[in-house]
């Protein structure tokens, strides 16, 4: 299943997230989640690594325009000159020509961000990625971006899952043609306390699905893009499998009700990274 974004660009629903998945055991998720159905990879520069995620694409034999690749400017990289240089490094470690998505992966002062901006629209219309977007953008990012954007975002990447539902930043997204990017769709580091939700555990009962599957599922029932992350091979699979799974009202309205506001990542306006 796909969802295309405002450029006509396709972009897998479920991708495979690659945060805190280090060295070797990244190699081996990518390689495993490509052999076995994923065709969208999640990266970013500060999770260092590209080189074993770019490793796993072309170990996979996977032809390139098959696979979907994102990956983000770090906050230290930000600026116009900076910004360039940081895509083009990635694409060496990522050993590839182009990504599909390049994100700024947090936003900071104003001006930095626009500049920053500026030169992911150059990138984009010089071909080193398909789209562009942003990542942790809140109403006033996104405001004040579209003060000097030539180019509206493709995606903006938040935290997002049943207890941080992001339905009024989903909408206000939405309104301006970006597509809203679910990271930590299962609650991160904070998974134990989605597994134990009751009532997510009776609609996966009811599906005879698992509680993390019913958490992705209802993201993507929400036009949500997802991109949970695993090393666990089992895991990867099972994940993948949410998209056979169909949601009724009821069980929609019932995680609806879940929403509330429990973050498992900082609030983009008090980073001090
Ligand atoms: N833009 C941003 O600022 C930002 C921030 C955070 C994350 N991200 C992106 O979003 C991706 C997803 O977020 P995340 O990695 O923080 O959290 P997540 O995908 O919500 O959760 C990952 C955790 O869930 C476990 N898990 C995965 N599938 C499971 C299953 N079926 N059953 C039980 N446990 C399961 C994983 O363990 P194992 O790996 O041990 O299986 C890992 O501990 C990241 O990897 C990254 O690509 C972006």
Redesign the pocket.
């Known amino acids: 299943m796909k969802f295309r974004l405002n450029n006509g660009v396709e972009i897998p629903a479920i991708g495979l997230?690659?945060?805190?998945?280090k060295d070797e055991d990244a190699y081996k998720a990518v390689l495993h989640a490509l052999k076995n159905g994923y065709r969208h990879i999640?990266?970013?520069m500060v999770y260092g690594n590209e080189s074993d995620v770019g490793r796993a694409i072309k170990d996979s034999n996977i032809p390139r325009e098959e696979i979907f690749v994102t990956t983000?400017l770090w906050n230290g990289d930000q600026g116009y000159l900076s910004t360039k240089r940081a895509l083009k490094r990635s694409l060496e470690r990522l050993k590839l020509e182009y990504v599909d998505l390049y994100?700024i992966?947090?936003p900071k002062d104003y001006q930095k961000t626009a500049d920053s901006y500026q030169a992911l629209e150059e990138l984009y219309k010089d071909g080193f990625t398909r789209a562009i977007g942003v990542?942790?953008f809140n109403f006033h990012h996104l405001e004040h971006l579209f003060d000097t954007a030539e180019i509206m975002p493709q995606v903006n990447?938040v935290?997002c899952?049943v207890k941080v539902q992001n339905i009024k930043l989903q909408d206000f997204c939405m309104k301006h043609g970006i597509h809203l990017e679910a990271?930590?769709?299962?609650?991160?580091?904070h998974?134990d306390e989605l597994?134990e939700v009751e009532v997510l555990q009776n609609i996966a009962k009811k599906h005879q699905a698992?509680v993390?599957?019913i958490a992705i599922k209802y993201l993507i029932q929400r036009d949500i893009i997802a991109?949970?992350?695993?090393?666990?091979p089992k895991?990867i699979d099972?994940?993948l499998k949410a998209l056979a799974i169909q949601l009724d009202d009821e069980d929609m309205e019932a995680i609806r009700k879940l929403n509330s506001g429990r973050k498992s990542?900082p609030d983009p306006d008090n980073i001090d990274f």
């Open positions: 997230g690659t945060f805190r998945s999640d990266t970013a983000k994100l992966h947090w990542s942790n990447q935290e899952h990271y930590a769709p299962m609650m991160s580091h998974i597994l698992s993390p599957q991109i949970p992350k695993s090393t666990t895991r099972e994940n990542f």
